[in-house]
């Protein structure tokens, strides 16, 4: 029904910034709120910031004032803006997409961010 593919992801310095891309397919309209999660080596898997359908959005204290989580005009196209990072800030960086009232639950494959100090 729904495909997310990330990109954006790489390697920076701390105080570098860097912008993942979410790109969904297929029936986006079903999509009630996107989400950016990340997973750090032998930790689990953290929610980092939520846009819903009507543009609130949402974030993990972690990355407020850091990190923008957007949509795009056509909304099929999530972006996480990411500044200042540091180097607890690498992760895997996971896509989401989620609606509870149809049981919607996609994730993407998951993009790496690595900040070095």
């Known amino acids: 029904q729904v495909r997310l593919v990330e990109s954006g992801g790489g390697l920076v310095q701390a105080g570098e910034s860097l912008r993942l891309s979410c790109v969904a397919s297929?029936?986006?309209?079903?999509?009630?709120?996107w989400a950016w999660y990340r997973q750090a080596p032998g930790k689990q898997r953290d929610l980092v910031a939520t846009?819903?359908?009507?543009?609130?959005?949402n974030y993990a204290e972690s990355v407020k004032d850091r990190f923008t989580i957007s949509r795009d005009n056509a909304g099929n196209t999530v972006y996480l803006q990411m500044n200042s990072l540091k180097p607890e800030d690498t992760a895997v960086y996971y896509c989401?997409?989620?609606?509870?009232?149809?049981?919607?639950?996609?994730w993407g494959q998951g993009t790496q961010v690595t900040v070095s100090s």
């Open positions: 989401n997409a989620y609606n509870p009232t149809i049981r919607l639950n996609v």
């Open positions: 846009i819903t359908r009507g543009g609130v959005t």
């Open positions: 297929g029936s986006i309209f079903l999509i009630n709120t």
